[in-house]
């Protein structure tokens, strides 16, 4: 089946500039995730969804961070006035429902290919 | 609280020569850990995971890793390289949280 699908892949914008970046979970997955891959801070988390509600903001780097997930599947994460440090990888990745055992953290995530962000 | 430490950025080995990659993690709860690995340019791939059902994980293209909770760790080892292998590897932890927190990395070369 189809994995997790990320777009636009590659996104060159001007410093300032509103960007969209989205997320297509596999279908059926309920939990939602988003990374970022810089070369100075490696992987970090951002967030996270629980169908349409976002149980963890804690990664969010500042309030021009936000996202939403609509309908328990699509997902965008926007960035507003960007700056030259947003520059990154932004990773997504699903994961099924379940738990096993009752312990959440046992859930593999799923992660789609990224789109590339530059901030110029 | 959570974190992973990659003890290597970059390690070279020979093909067909056994693959170490160490990971040392800290967690308040009972862990799980997972190996991801990635292609230049591709997405990031599971390899294998550990959720407390055995010790020694195996996982797919020959890789295993064995959690060893009195030393906390959990390396990666494959007996024999290829040059396929080449990429970067994360160690992976996640405990009492649903996100998962990545290790800096460790960059295999597999000279031939």
């Known amino acids: 089946g189809a994995g997790v699908s990320q777009s636009p892949s590659n996104k060159v914008t001007e410093k300032g500039k509103d960007v969209e970046l989205r997320c297509d979970p596999i279908?059926?997955?309920?939990?939602l995730y988003w990374y970022r891959q810089s070369l100075g801070q490696g992987l970090e988390f951002l967030i996270y969804?629980?169908?349409?509600?976002?149980?963890?903001k804690s990664g969010l780097p500042s309030d021009r961070f936000s996202a939403e997930r609509t309908g328990g599947s699509v997902s965008t994460l926007t960035i507003q006035r960007t700056q030259q440090e947003d520059s990154a990888v932004y990773l997504c990745?699903?994961?099924?429902?379940?738990?096993?055992?009752?312990?959440?953290?046992?859930?593999?995530?799923?992660f789609g290919p990224g789109t590339r962000l530059t901030v110029l | 609280a959570q974190s992973v430490t990659q003890l290597d950025s970059h390690v070279s080995v020979s093909e067909g020569t056994p693959v170490l990659l160490r990971c040392n993690y800290s967690?308040?709860?009972?862990?799980?850990l997972f190996w991801y690995v990635q292609h230049p340019n591709k997405g990031l791939q599971l390899l294998l995971k550990?959720?407390?059902?055995?010790?020694l994980v195996k996982g797919i293209n020959g890789f295993e890793a064995e959690f060893k909770k009195s030393e906390t760790s959990f390396h990666l080892t494959k007996p024999s390289a290829h040059m396929s292998d080449a990429a970067e590897y994360f160690c992976?932890?996640?405990?009492?949280?649903?996100?998962?927190?990545f290790g800096s990395g460790t960059r295999l070369q597999v000279q031939p």
């Open positions: 990745a699903s994961s099924p429902p379940g738990l096993a055992g009752g312990r959440l953290s046992t859930d593999t995530q799923y």
């Open positions: 279908s059926g997955h309920t939990a």
């Open positions: 969804f629980q169908g349409n509600s976002a149980p963890d």
């Open positions: 967690s308040s709860y009972s862990p799980s």
């Open positions: 550990y959720t407390s059902a055995a010790t």
């Open positions: 992976v932890v996640s405990a009492g949280r649903r996100a998962l927190t």
